[in-house]
Protein backbone atom coordinates (compact mmCIF):
# COMPACT_ATOMS: atom_id res chain seq x y z
CA UNK A 1 0.00 0.00 0.00
CA UNK A 2 1.20 3.35 -0.75
CA UNK A 3 1.32 6.13 1.57
CA UNK A 4 -1.10 8.96 1.28
CA UNK A 5 0.58 11.92 -0.35
CA UNK A 6 -0.90 15.19 0.40
CA UNK A 7 -1.44 17.47 -2.86
CA UNK A 8 -2.21 21.35 -2.67
CA UNK A 9 -6.27 22.18 -3.01
CA UNK A 10 -7.67 23.53 -6.25
CA UNK A 11 -10.58 25.09 -7.03
CA UNK A 12 -11.82 25.14 -10.55
CA UNK A 13 -14.52 28.10 -10.95
CA UNK A 14 -15.21 27.87 -14.78
CA UNK A 15 -16.57 24.61 -15.24
CA UNK A 16 -18.55 24.08 -18.13
CA UNK A 17 -20.43 20.61 -18.38
CA UNK A 18 -21.21 19.97 -21.77
CA UNK A 19 -24.52 18.26 -21.27
CA UNK A 20 -25.77 21.47 -20.36
CA UNK A 21 -24.27 23.11 -23.66
CA UNK A 22 -25.72 20.66 -26.01
CA UNK A 23 -29.08 20.65 -23.86
CA UNK A 24 -29.28 24.57 -24.78
CA UNK A 25 -28.51 24.00 -28.20
CA UNK A 26 -30.72 21.67 -29.23
CA UNK A 27 -33.51 23.62 -27.31
CA UNK A 28 -32.28 26.67 -29.45
CA UNK A 29 -32.75 24.78 -32.27
CA UNK A 30 -35.58 22.81 -32.05
CA UNK A 31 -37.51 26.09 -30.92
CA UNK A 32 -36.58 27.59 -34.50
CA UNK A 33 -36.74 24.02 -36.32
CA UNK A 34 -38.86 25.63 -40.36
CA UNK A 35 -41.95 23.53 -40.70
CA UNK A 36 -42.20 24.56 -43.88
CA UNK A 37 -42.63 21.79 -46.61
CA UNK A 38 -43.50 24.14 -50.11
CA UNK A 39 -41.06 26.80 -51.80
CA UNK A 40 -42.68 30.26 -50.71
CA UNK A 41 -42.29 32.73 -53.80
CA UNK A 42 -42.26 36.68 -53.68
CA UNK A 43 -46.49 37.24 -53.49
CA UNK A 44 -48.12 41.04 -52.57
CA UNK A 45 -52.25 40.29 -52.72
CA UNK A 46 -54.40 42.13 -50.54
CA UNK A 47 -55.63 40.01 -47.41
CA UNK A 48 -58.03 39.96 -44.92
CA UNK A 49 -57.94 37.59 -41.56
CA UNK A 50 -60.70 36.96 -39.75
CA UNK A 51 -60.35 34.88 -36.35
CA UNK A 52 -63.10 32.43 -36.17
CA UNK A 53 -62.99 32.67 -32.11
CA UNK A 54 -63.37 36.02 -31.40
CA UNK A 55 -64.30 37.62 -34.41
CA UNK A 56 -61.65 39.97 -34.50
CA UNK A 57 -60.80 41.18 -38.40
CA UNK A 58 -57.17 41.86 -39.23
CA UNK A 59 -56.06 43.47 -43.04
CA UNK A 60 -52.74 43.76 -44.85
CA UNK A 61 -50.55 42.23 -47.65
CA UNK A 62 -49.08 39.35 -47.83
CA UNK A 63 -45.00 39.41 -48.65
CA UNK A 64 -45.02 35.40 -49.97
CA UNK A 65 -46.94 32.85 -50.96
CA UNK A 66 -46.98 29.12 -50.94
CA UNK A 67 -49.34 25.97 -51.43
CA UNK A 68 -49.13 25.67 -47.23
CA UNK A 69 -49.40 29.36 -46.48
CA UNK A 70 -48.24 32.75 -47.04
CA UNK A 71 -47.08 35.86 -44.70
CA UNK A 72 -48.87 38.58 -43.67
CA UNK A 73 -47.59 42.10 -43.24
CA UNK A 74 -50.12 43.58 -40.65
CA UNK A 75 -49.57 46.22 -38.08
CA UNK A 76 -52.10 44.61 -35.62
CA UNK A 77 -51.54 40.96 -35.91
CA UNK A 78 -54.33 38.20 -34.98
CA UNK A 79 -53.05 35.74 -31.68
CA UNK A 80 -50.73 32.75 -32.14
CA UNK A 81 -52.60 29.49 -32.95
CA UNK A 82 -55.59 31.12 -33.72
CA UNK A 83 -57.84 29.58 -36.15
CA UNK A 84 -58.96 31.98 -39.15
CA UNK A 85 -60.49 32.53 -42.29
CA UNK A 86 -58.21 34.10 -44.56
CA UNK A 87 -59.18 35.96 -48.02
CA UNK A 88 -56.15 36.95 -50.59
CA UNK A 89 -57.33 39.24 -53.35
CA UNK A 90 -55.26 39.98 -56.27
CA UNK A 91 -56.41 42.06 -59.65
CA UNK A 92 -59.91 40.09 -60.10
CA UNK A 93 -59.22 37.16 -58.50
CA UNK A 94 -59.40 36.05 -54.87
CA UNK A 95 -58.53 32.79 -52.86
CA UNK A 96 -60.23 31.60 -49.47
CA UNK A 97 -59.11 29.53 -46.70
CA UNK A 98 -59.31 28.46 -43.68
CA UNK A 99 -56.02 28.80 -41.57
CA UNK A 100 -54.24 28.65 -38.49
CA UNK A 101 -51.53 31.83 -37.18
CA UNK A 102 -48.28 30.04 -36.86
CA UNK A 103 -45.99 32.90 -36.47
CA UNK A 104 -46.83 36.39 -35.10
CA UNK A 105 -43.99 39.06 -35.35
CA UNK A 106 -45.50 42.07 -33.41
CA UNK A 107 -46.13 45.23 -35.68
CA UNK A 108 -44.82 43.90 -38.44
CA UNK A 109 -47.24 40.50 -39.53
CA UNK A 110 -48.14 36.75 -39.36
CA UNK A 111 -47.05 33.38 -41.08
CA UNK A 112 -50.34 31.51 -41.72
CA UNK A 113 -50.92 28.30 -42.57
CA UNK A 114 -53.57 27.09 -44.62
CA UNK A 115 -55.56 24.18 -43.51
CA UNK A 116 -58.63 24.08 -46.19
CA UNK A 117 -58.95 25.58 -49.56
CA UNK A 118 -62.15 25.03 -51.34
CA UNK A 119 -61.69 23.47 -54.80
CA UNK A 120 -62.18 26.88 -56.67
CA UNK A 121 -59.65 28.49 -54.52
CA UNK A 122 -57.31 26.08 -54.52
CA UNK A 123 -57.27 26.56 -58.62
CA UNK A 124 -56.63 29.77 -58.52
CA UNK A 125 -54.06 29.37 -55.81
CA UNK A 126 -52.32 26.88 -58.08
CA UNK A 127 -52.41 29.03 -60.73
CA UNK A 128 -51.05 31.71 -59.17
CA UNK A 129 -48.07 29.82 -58.00
CA UNK A 130 -47.34 28.23 -61.64
CA UNK A 131 -47.09 31.80 -62.76
CA UNK A 132 -44.60 32.37 -60.32
CA UNK A 133 -42.53 29.51 -60.97
CA UNK A 134 -42.34 30.27 -64.45
CA UNK A 135 -41.49 33.68 -63.67
CA UNK A 136 -38.20 32.84 -62.09
Keep these: ?3 FISRPETTVSNVIYMEDRSTKAQSRSGAI ?3 RYAIRYPFAADVEVLDLE ?3 RAE ?3 SDLSLGGCFVCASKPVPLNARVRITLKRKDQS ?3 LGVVRVVKPRIGMGIEF ?3 DGPHHQT ?3 WLDQLRRSR
Design 95 to 97: VEA
Design 33 to 35: RDR
Design 125 to 127: LSR
Design 1 to 3: MQP
Design 115 to 117: IDV
Design 54 to 56: SGS
Design 60 to 62: GVT
